[in-house]
């Protein structure tokens, strides 16, 4: 079993445009798949930096004087590379969501197919857990996020069964959870809105949006002019963040126009690039993969 396929490996490589001597950030090392596509482009002089907050991940670190792998998440990117002393990048890369080793392992509890205790940590060292979203949160609180991050429109009935359920018996794990909802779970979309109600959870648990947002800003001020912001997203709620930001600078309302009804963009945007029919046949997990790159002005 690979620690994890890359998706959009190429096009998303070669969205940064790599200058041999420039320095680089990989944002999700992961397997290491992008980070080791870059340093063949770099020269003897380039840098690549990468982050990942799993520890599962240092195992695929690689033995390489132009690489530095930093396990922290990728929140934290702008302290680190001045702790190396780095101002400013040429080009970032992030490579969103979960990957194959984390779905696959299943004690780790991010997929639906194993019974697994609820987990759902990226940081394994992180005090909140999808055991304390399913058994600790307020009803209100609970749909809230079913309904924001799974984007269920019966959240409100789903959060009321879970607390009522939880009252008699805490529920533990994945199959326990499964079975506390299944008047919810038609055969025919079982499985889909099963996996909008682990998103919804695995987002909370790890803070994903509040964390891409920080990234994003962090991307920004990092970048020189010129440089490059390479994105892949899995579901709407990444994807809109990354457009808006690309677009605008912002997350939501609008820029102030000048005098002249002109506003500053920090990026110029590119096309939007998805994986082929092929890439998806191969690695199925590409199919819903969103790449977006922008140059910094």
């Given at each position: 079993?690979?620690?994890?396929?890359?998706?959009?490996?190429?096009?998303?490589?070669?969205?940064?445009?790599?200058?041999?001597?420039?320095?680089?950030?990989?944002v999700?090392?992961?397997?290491?798949?992008?980070?080791?596509?870059?340093?063949?482009?770099?020269?003897?002089?380039?840098?690549?930096?990468?982050?990942?907050?799993?520890?599962?991940?240092?195992?695929?670190?690689?033995?390489?004087?132009?690489?530095?792998?930093?396990?922290e998440?990728?929140?934290?990117?702008?302290?680190?590379?001045r702790?190396?002393?780095?101002?400013?990048?040429?080009?970032i890369?992030?490579?969103?969501?979960?990957?194959?080793?984390?779905?696959?392992?299943?004690?780790?509890?991010?997929?639906?197919?194993?019974?697994?205790d609820?987990?759902?940590?990226?940081?394994?060292e992180?005090?909140?857990?999808?055991?304390?979203?399913?058994?600790?949160?307020?009803?209100e609180?609970?749909?809230?996020?079913?309904?924001?991050?799974?984007e269920?429109?019966?959240?409100r009935?789903i959060?009321?069964?879970?607390?009522?359920?939880r009252?008699?018996e805490?529920?533990k794990?994945?199959?326990?959870?499964?079975?506390?909802?299944?008047?919810?779970?038609?055969?025919?979309?079982?499985?889909?809105?099963?996996?909008?109600?682990?998103?919804a959870?695995?987002?909370?648990?790890?803070?994903?949006?509040?964390?891409?947002?920080?990234?994003?800003?962090?991307?920004?001020?990092?970048?020189?002019?010129?440089?490059k912001?390479?994105?892949?997203?899995y579901?709407?709620?990444?994807?809109?963040l990354?457009?808006?930001?690309?677009?605008?600078?912002?997350f939501?309302?609008e820029?102030?126009?000048?005098?002249?009804?002109?506003?500053?963009?920090?990026?110029?945007?590119?096309?939007l690039?998805?994986?082929?029919?092929?890439?998806?046949?191969?690695?199925?997990?590409?199919?819903?993969?969103?790449l977006?790159?922008?140059?910094?002005?």
């Amino acid at each position: 079993m690979s620690y994890h396929d890359p998706v959009l490996l190429f096009e998303s490589v070669d969205g940064l445009e790599i200058n041999p001597s420039g320095i680089y950030v990989d944002v999700t090392f992961g397997g290491g798949g992008h980070s080791r596509e870059i340093l063949k482009k770099l020269g003897k002089n380039g840098k690549l930096f990468a982050f990942d907050q799993d520890a599962d991940a240092l195992e695929n670190a690689i033995d390489d004087d132009r690489f530095v792998l930093i396990n922290e998440n990728f929140k934290y990117m702008r302290r680190f590379l001045r702790f190396y002393g780095v101002q400013e990048v040429d080009g970032i890369l992030a490579d969103l969501g979960v990957s194959s080793h984390q779905f696959d392992v299943a004690e780790r509890g991010f997929s639906t197919r194993f019974d697994a205790d609820l987990d759902m940590r990226m940081n394994q060292e992180s005090k909140l857990s999808a055991y304390n979203v399913i058994n600790k949160y307020e009803e209100e609180k609970l749909s809230s996020i079913l309904f924001l991050y799974g984007e269920l429109r019966n959240a409100r009935a789903i959060a009321k069964q879970i607390v009522s359920e939880r009252s008699i018996e805490w529920i533990k794990t994945s199959f326990q959870l499964k079975n506390v909802l299944k008047q919810f779970l038609p055969a025919s979309k079982e499985h889909k809105i099963l996996a909008q109600i682990f998103q919804a959870i695995r987002i909370e648990v790890n803070e994903e949006l509040e964390v891409l947002k920080e990234f994003l800003v962090q991307a920004k001020e990092l970048l020189k002019v010129g440089g490059k912001l390479s994105v892949i997203s899995y579901h709407s709620l990444e994807d809109r963040l990354v457009k808006r930001f690309m677009r605008s600078g912002l997350f939501e309302g609008e820029p102030e126009k000048d005098f002249y009804g002109n506003f500053e963009v920090p990026f110029k945007k590119g096309k939007l690039i998805i994986p082929s029919a092929k890439e998806i046949k191969e690695n199925n997990r590409a199919r819903s993969a969103k790449l977006r790159v922008a140059t910094k002005l």
